[in-house]
């Protein structure tokens, strides 16, 4: 079983749209989550942390549940720069791990 | 940009060859984390260093090696390439052993083995 499951989509969405990605981990000593961003051919990058309270950075809001072991990831009013594959990440003892990452296109 | 350096930025190897790849942490960290990411996956994580010394390996055969130099930058060793090695090589630098601090990516090394 991998340590972080994800929908690989794709998720096809026209602009203006709201999405939600979510994905599941299984190691419940997990200590910090995240949401990373990786463009066709590049690095990840991090989007955003993900607490327990939830937390917003404009247009994007995740949510952690600790108790099913569940992260999500909510982008509002799509543009079309939000095009990119979306890597749920958890952190143990030090070391990420990745989802497969959800492929996002948002069409004009 | 993270300031994380990875050279060279593409490789072509044949099976059996033997390929070192590096890189520069950002300014200020001491930990390096390697990490593969086949085609369509995400990343996996080989293993980290911190002050020079290994914290961690993922699931990785012993041809998989490393170090960290005093100014903690990194290599990557790989010996003896299979074509399952054919991936984007990532590199990221944090602070302290990784727990707790971001960590932020290189651009990647891309090897193809033939």
């Known amino acids: 079983r991998k340590e972080v499951e994800q929908d690989p989509g794709p998720f096809n969405v026209p602009e203006g749209a709201t999405v939600a990605f979510n994905c599941t981990y299984s190691?419940?000593?997990?200590?910090?989550f995240f949401w990373y961003r990786q463009d066709c051919r590049k690095e990840p990058k991090l989007l955003m942390s993900?607490?327990?309270s939830g937390n917003e950075d404009g247009r994007f809001t995740a949510q952690l549940n600790r108790a099913s072991q569940y992260i999500s990831l909510l982008i509002r009013d799509s543009k079309l720069s939000d095009s990119a594959t979306y890597l749920c990440?958890?952190?143990?003892?030090?070391?990420?791990?990745f989802g497969r990452g959800t492929q996002l296109t948002v069409w004009p | 940009e993270t300031g994380v350096t990875q050279s060279p930025t593409h490789l072509i190897k044949t099976r059996g060859q033997q390929v070192t790849l590096r890189c520069s942490s950002q300014?200020?960290?001491?930990?390096v984390s390697w990490y593969q990411q086949a085609l369509g996956q995400g990343p996996q994580f080989i293993f980290q260093y911190y002050r020079e010394e290994e914290n961690g390996r993922g699931n990785f055969p012993p041809r998989f090696s490393g170090l960290q130099f005093p100014n903690y930058s990194s290599e990557l060793n790989v010996n003896a390439l299979e074509l399952d090695d054919s991936a984007l090589y990532l590199c990221?630098?944090?602070?302290?052993?990784?727990?707790?601090?971001?960590?932020?990516f290189g651009p990647g090394t891309r090897l193809l083995v033939l």
């Open positions: 990440v958890v952190k143990a003892l030090g070391r990420l791990y």
């Open positions: 993900v607490y327990s």
């Open positions: 300014s200020g960290h001491n930990t």
């Open positions: 990221a630098s944090s602070l302290d052993g990784g727990g707790g601090e971001t960590q932020y």
């Open positions: 190691n419940s000593a997990s200590q910090s």
